[in-house]
């Protein structure tokens, strides 16, 4: 079945470094990458987003990358601040349902130290 | 304006008993999936509804259920509850089938004794 992998599962940064979070889909049919941002206590909040004809979208401090061919897409955080700490989900759409599911990997705790 | 808002916030049943879960989508937003997170992973796909009707269904027992009704908020059912049933259940609402976009409510805690 589809899969979706996610590395590394944990990250710990300097304020003000950068961080980067990899996956890997199975699914050469999704064509659509969000990422979620989890805080503790609440839901999944979606940061930012790229389809399968895009290869890299930014949006201030956050950026993402896609590479089709090696069915893979990163998360960059550049200057991260404490408020950045979270974890961190990447999914693909899933192309066998009717509807817009998606599959997530299994998240990447991020720590930033002030 | 408001987000996708679910109720209960916590949840505590007994094996065997049944639940219903509650959901409201954004305004205007008229598909509604549901979503399962145990602790420690992502979350898992159960349901997609739009429009009252399932447009998918993702790998669970017939114990799950799901409905959406006319103002498009949702509930989602599960029977004869089992100890692996305790999770966070999260809800996501959506512009519709064909737009990607899925924006998360804070989702509600079951918890199974």
């Known amino acids: 079945g589809e899969n979706v992998e996610q590395h590394p599962s944990t990250l710990s940064v300097q304020e003000g470094d950068s961080a980067v979070i990899k996956c890997t889909y199975s699914?050469?049919?999704?064509?659509?990458f969000p990422w979620y941002k989890q805080e503790l206590g609440k839901g999944p909040q979606l940061i930012i987003d790229?389809?399968?004809?895009?290869g890299e979208k930014k949006d201030q401090r956050i950026a993402v990358t896609l590479n089709k061919t090696a069915k893979h897409f990163s998360l960059h955080i550049t200057e991260t601040q404490p408020e950045d700490s979270a974890v961190y989900f990447c999914?693909?759409?899933?192309?066998?349902?009717?509807?817009?599911?998606?599959?997530f990997g299994k998240g990447t705790t991020l720590s930033v130290s002030s | 304006d408001a987000g996708v808002t679910q109720s209960p916030t916590h949840l505590i049943k007994t094996r065997g008993q049944q639940v219903t879960l509650r959901c409201s989508p954004i305004?205007?937003?008229?598909?509604v999936s549901w979503y399962q997170q145990v602790l420690g992973q992502g979350p898992q796909f159960i349901f997609q509804?739009?429009?009252?009707?399932?447009?998918g269904r993702g790998n669970f027992p017939d114990r799950f259920s799901a409905r959406q009704f006319p103002n498009y908020s949702s509930e989602l059912n599960v029977n004869a509850l089992l100890l692996g049933d305790s999770a966070l259940y999260l809800c996501?609402?959506?512009?519709?089938?064909?737009?990607?976009?899925?924006?998360f409510g804070p989702g509600t805690r079951l918890t199974v004794t």
């Open positions: 790229i389809r399968s004809n895009v």
């Open positions: 699914d050469s049919a999704s064509n659509y």
């Open positions: 999914a693909a759409s899933i192309s066998d349902q009717a509807g817009t599911a998606l599959i």
């Open positions: 509804y739009y429009e009252k009707e399932e447009r």
């Open positions: 305004s205007g937003h008229k598909s």
């Open positions: 996501a609402s959506g512009p519709g089938v064909g737009s990607y976009e899925q924006y």
